[in-house]
């Protein structure tokens, strides 16, 4: 079974890159047909998409965060990355990576989920 497990410092200094890591286990991220997610929940607020990188590594962002976000992948380790700039508190949030499901007629949706992790921005 495809399991996801988040990774990174639980805490980010205002103004600095916040930078997680997925492992993915069970699946690789360049099968075919797969795409890789990152979404977020702020305290007190809903999900929130993030961003994608899919199976030959092209990469889509929320047009919200597309400014300050970069996904990456290292196929050698079944790794995709996530890379916030230029942080502040309200980046605060328990962020999870994903497995996304594309059906035919554009149904789509996150079918795996990490158990997500919780990056607090502060000083």
């Known amino acids: 079974q495809v399991q996801l497990q988040e990774s990174g410092p639980g805490l980010v200094k205002p103004s600095q890159t916040l930078s997680l890591t997925c492992t993915v286990s069970?699946?690789?991220?360049?099968?075919?047909?797969?795409?890789w997610s990152w979404i977020r929940q702020p305290p007190g607020k809903g999900l929130e998409w993030i961003g994608y990188?899919?199976?030959?590594?092209?990469?889509y962002y929320s047009p919200s965060l597309k400014s300050r976000t970069s996904i990456s992948r290292g196929t050698s380790t079944n790794q995709f990355t996530l890379q916030l700039s230029s942080v502040t508190p309200e980046d605060t949030a328990v962020y999870y990576c994903?497995?996304?499901?594309?059906?035919?007629?554009?149904?789509?949706?996150?079918?795996?989920w990490g158990q997500g992790t919780l990056v607090t921005v502060r000083c």
């Open positions: 994903a497995r996304d499901r594309i059906e035919a007629g554009s149904n789509w949706y996150h079918e795996v």
């Open positions: 990188i899919n199976y030959v590594g092209s990469t």
């Open positions: 069970g699946a690789s991220i360049t099968t075919n047909d797969y795409y």
